[in-house]
């Protein structure tokens, strides 16, 4: 065996039990050992570094900590009652056959790993993980390292573990964000095993440090557990009928949107069932509890058995079913043979079903004289009048104009008939033709407004604000 330089720390770990005098002479000759080992602070000689005298030393110790690079260029055993440890940054080269009967542990680099040779023994690679709990790890200035080897009484709680140590087999726990962070509790997990096994903490101390570290000192917090809705999403149901929603985190607050928008604390908080009442319903929510993580987004979608009766839709079918069938479910007008959707409609009627689809006319600020004719609106009057109830409702739908007249009346086929005055009509006209509230862009301004444009608009408002 070719002899490289090596450094050996061997600690005493069996005491003779065939009498005081030899076990006084193993003690004294280990002490001896360790005490020139931390005086020279430097590699011993090459004479040191033979693998066959580490395993002599060894007889003192049962254990060999190889530091530095050594070479096996001969065959070679490991007892059965030594241990033998490849510190990180160390390399053991083997050129010939090594034998572990004893136990092998490699948290360096062993060159020709194929030429280990297991007879009883055991063999353990955690190169990628070099420290382990209950020997001498690693502190910043390595390779200058100082020793700790847990003892009864220490005050495991306050203690600052190095990671990694190593993985169990474990399954993997809940809501973690990568994979990493699994590899850390499963070290933390481990590393309290051995500490039991061993006897450093008995059973209460692992009930409380394992919790109590997993759930409020790892930086992995609880997350909430998701929603879930009594109703499978999916499921096409009764206009009008409810879901109700759930989370398994006791505690917890539910946030729900039904428009399609992903929920955080600002949305609508879960008192009691959910109501659908559209056509076509999303239902997005997520639990809150405050020390946990959100939860993922719950998204439950649902259909309701929507069909009209109308029979003098003609042209206007396509368009306006979706409409008609969410106006007629939500009661805002009778579903019957006729909807006269070229009709005209009056002032009242328009307030009326407004105020129907959930809006509040009375917060208009409705200036009555720029209306024509209550009997009988325009397209202007009709655009005015749904303007400053969705704005003076807050409803969202509507805002005040962002492009420019020219850009708008050009797309209009009769852009250029709208009135000049009263600003406010123009707006209106600007605001409805950006949120895609009017029914057709071939419209003439001042030619009564159908019926068939107020209920496109009515069933388009109604799901957005409810």
Not at 314 to 324: E, F, Q, R, V, Y
Not at 363 to 377: G, V, W
Request: glycine share 6%; net charge negative; with cysteine.
């Amino acid at each position: 065996m070719r002899r490289q330089t090596a450094h050996v720390m061997a600690i005493s770990t069996n005491q003779s039990k065939k009498g005081i005098v030899r076990g006084m002479k193993k003690r004294v000759i280990a002490t001896v050992l360790t005490v020139i080992m931390l005086l020279l602070a430097l590699p011993v000689s090459a004479s040191a570094a033979d693998l066959d005298y580490l395993m002599w030393v060894s007889r003192f110790t049962n254990k060999v900590y190889i530091t530095y690079d050594i070479t096996v260029d001969k065959a070679t055993t490991i007892p059965s009652d030594i241990i033998v440890y490849v510190y990180p940054g160390a390399t053991l080269t083997l050129e010939n056959t090594l034998t572990v009967k004893g136990a092998l542990i490699n948290y360096g680099t062993i060159k020709n790993s194929n030429n280990i040779k297991l007879d009883g023994g055991y063999y353990q690679d955690y190169s990628e993980y070099p420290f382990l709990p209950g020997y001498p790890y690693y502190y910043p200035g390595y390779p200058y390292y100082l020793p700790y080897w847990p003892y009864p009484g220490y005050d495991y709680e306050d203690i600052q573990w190095p990671w990694p140590i190593f993985i169990p087999d474990i399954p993997t726990p809940p809501s973690l964000p990568d994979p990493n962070d699994f590899e850390s509790i499963q070290n933390y997990y481990l590393y309290l095993l051995w500490l039991y096994n061993n006897g450093y903490i008995d059973e209460d101390e692992w009930k409380d440090y394992y919790p109590y570290w997993y759930y409020y000192t790892y930086v992995v917090t609880p997350t909430c557990a998701a929603p879930t809705a009594s109703v499978k999403s999916g499921s096409t149901v009764e206009f009008g009928s409810t879901v109700a929603l759930s989370t398994t985190t006791s505690g917890a607050h539910i946030y729900y949107t039904t428009d399609g928008s992903t929920p955080d604390t600002s949305a609508k908080l879960y008192t009691g069932p959910i109501t659908i009442n559209k056509t076509e319903m999303t239902i997005k929510a997520i639990a809150v509890k405050e020390g946990y993580k959100d939860s993922q987004v719950a998204t439950f979608t649902y259909k309701t058995k929507a069909s009209v009766s109308f029979s003098d839709l003609g042209a206007h079918a396509d368009a306006l079913l979706p409409s008609l069938i969410t106006l007629v479910q939500a009661k805002v007008i009778p579903d019957s043979a006729t909807l006269n959707p070229e009709g005209p409609v009056s002032y009242d009627e328009l307030l009326g079903w407004l105020d129907a689809i959930g809006l509040n006319t009375r917060l208009a600020k409705i200036d009555e004289s720029y209306i024509t004719n209550k009997d009988e609106l325009t397209y202007e009057d009709f655009a005015y009048i749904c303007y400053r109830v969705l704005l003076d409702n807050k409803s969202g739908v509507v805002r005040t104009p962002q492009q420019s007249e020219k850009t708008v009346f050009a797309n209009l086929k009769y852009g250029d008939v709208v009135k000049q005055a009263p600003a406010m009509v123009r707006a209106g006209i600007i605001s409805l033709y950006e949120a895609g509230l009017l029914y057709k862009l071939d419209f003439n301004p001042e030619a009564p407004v159908t019926r068939a444009y107020v209920f496109y608009l009515l069933g388009f408002v109604y799901n957005k604000i409810n």
